[in-house]
């Protein structure tokens, strides 16, 4: 709970405000590349975004790890370090505000794919909150539209085009620690989807996961690029259980008494089909439990060991 700590420690109410937008671009087996420009922002906004600061910290009760599978809690966040995400290039470009990155035409904050806050408190202590930017960002969606705004008692012409911040975020960094308030958000800003995308085709490279079924063609159809899917291929790389010779025994002497839908064939490789793609990816996961206290079965999205 350290990090948390010093999360909770940080001088929201002094520090200086600034944002950044950036575009993103995500060259094909390459890390994302982040492009930032930075805006000026004057004191109204600065005061409205330590409060949105404020409000996201006091709401922070527990922090666990991240995982794959994990879910956020209400009081919760997950938390990984910040060097097993591309969160470090994100902070490197708002170190450099120079002048020639300051955004001075509108098409260079058009089309933004997200947005940073940073707050640099007095003593130098910087903090990263960071937002998906939605619909009012993007040039395409102004197209044959008549920006207005309510004032005086009516609707008038918006003196210019308007583009909408949130008081909530998606994550922030903070040190050497990533705090996940929205996991999907999370994961499009800093291009998990790619990265899992990629993680799962090197696993079908691997021979062991290959050699446990008859043919895995019908699997890799079934995860395609699903989202959900493809976080639970990754978990079963991670875990690695079926390059456990015991556990796989025990998964063949069990499996009909678990109630999983698939069979096996003479050499004890596992016959997948379409309908059976859900209980193979929760028997590889090892995500049905057999409680010794009710005795019933239960699916579980992640499990840790506790003894």
Partial sequence: MAELEDLKA???????VS??????????????????????VDDALAGALRE?????SDSIAETHPYGLLA??????????????????????????????????????????AFYVVKFVAPGGQTLHAVRRTDDSWRSRKATGTIAAYFGDDGL??????????????????????????????????????????????ALQAEPTFVGVFVDVAPLVSFVGTNKIHLRRACA???????????????????????????AFDAQGRIVCTEAACPDIIKALLDHRLDSRLSGNLYDVENTEVVG
């Fill in 156 to 201: 008038t012409l918006a003196p210019a085009p308007r583009f909408t911040l949130s008081r909530y975020f998606d994550f922030l960094i903070h040190g050497d620690a990533v705090f996940v308030l929205d996991k999907g958000r999370f994961e499009s800003v800093l291009s998990y989807k790619e990265a899992q995308i990629e993680d799962f085709t």
């Fill in 10 to 16: 940080f001088d929201i109410a002094g520090a200086a």
């Fill in 236 to 262: 079963i790389r991670e875990k690695g259980n079926f390059s456990n010779a015991d556990y796989m025994a025990r998964l063949r002497q069990h499996a009909g008494q678990m109630g999983f839908g698939f």
């Fill in 52 to 56: 949105s600061l404020a409000t996201a």
């Fill in 71 to 112: 879910q956020i809690n209400e009081g919760g966040v997950l938390v990984l370090g910040a060097d097993e995400t591309h969160a470090p290039a994100i902070v490197a470009q708002t170190a450099d505000p120079t002048p020639e990155r300051k955004v001075r035409v509108l098409k260079q904050i058009n089309n933004s």
């Fill in 19 to 40: 944002v950044w937008t950036f575009k993103k671009s995500t060259p094909k087996g390459q890390p994302p590349v982040f492009s930032g420009r930075w805006i000026a």
